[in-house]
């Protein structure tokens, strides 16, 4: 007997209803299974990563807005953080709106650097 004899893919047009419907319910699911695996799952990673961003901000460090806005974290209240764009300066974001953050500790790594240029 040929094992390949019983997928419903090989088999002829004219083969069994049954076997038909099989081969598109198989068919749908593999379709599932690569939106999953290639849109779904990265999009959840992404989504997580971003909370946990979101999450870790502090006083002291320098963040970009979905806006474009640069600045320096004044003060973190519970939904919004107030960003201090210039000397006198402060706005106040949702904490959703915040796109990139650069830990405190980064920045001053990166100024010893550029002083001695």
């Known amino acids: 007997m040929n094992l390949l004899s019983g997928l419903p893919l090989l088999q002829a047009a004219?083969?069994?209803p049954t076997m038909q419907m099989l081969s598109t319910l198989v068919t749908f699911g593999l379709v599932f299974v690569i939106f999953?695996?290639?849109i779904i799952r990265p999009q959840q990673?992404?989504?997580?990563e971003a909370q946990?961003?979101?999450?870790a901000i502090k006083k002291g460090d320098k963040v970009v807005t979905i806006g474009g806005v640069h600045g320096v974290v004044h003060a973190v209240?519970?939904?919004t953080v107030v960003i201090k764009v210039d000397d006198s300066a402060r706005i106040e974001f949702s904490k959703s709106a915040i796109?990139?953050?650069?830990a405190k500790a980064e920045i001053e790594a990166e100024?010893?650097?550029e002083e001695s240029k």
Not at 52 to 55: D, G, L, R, S, V
Not at 99 to 102: D, E, K
């Open 14 to 16: 004219g083969g069994n």
């Open 36 to 38: 999953y695996f290639l």
């Open 45 to 48: 990673k992404k989504q997580k």
């Open 52 to 55: 946990k961003m979101i999450e």
């Open 77 to 79: 209240k519970e939904g």
């Open 99 to 102: 796109a990139a953050v650069t």
């Open 111 to 113: 100024k010893p650097a």
